[in-house]
């Protein structure tokens, strides 16, 4: 069965760096988007970002020029490089993949504060 697992998550000071991972299986990994979604409590689901099969990559605003999404299809994962890390980036972190239905890994928090 599909299974997402996001980790990488923790607590870090504004302006740094944390890097986030998604191990998926269960589909051929390499024939599929995957998408990062975040949400802040009392906030909806935002979209972050996703990497194509062929490697394309789309950004939301809020984070262009300063996230980073990547993928290793030997391996099955996709990660989010997450730089210059502000306040409103603190949120529950998702990776997503749409095959036949969607999926959702459990999250991993991430927590920007001084």
């Known amino acids: 069965q599909v299974k997402l697992v996001e980790s990488g998550g923790g607590l870090v000071q504004p302006g740094g760096s944390l890097r986030l991972s998604c191990a998926a299986s269960?589909?051929?990994?390499?024939?599929?988007?995957i998408n990062w979604y975040r949400q802040s409590p009392g906030k909806e689901r935002e979209w972050v970002a996703n990497i194509g099969n062929g490697d394309s990559e789309l950004y939301a605003d809020s984070v262009k020029g300063r996230f980073t999404i990547s993928r290793d299809n030997a391996r099955n994962m996709v990660y989010l490089q997450m730089s210059s890390l502000k306040p409103e980036d603190t949120a529950t972190y998702y990776c997503q993949v749409y095959y036949y239905r969607d999926y959702w890994g459990q999250g991993t928090q991430v927590t920007v504060s001084s």
């Open positions: 269960g589909f051929i990994f390499s024939r599929y988007t």
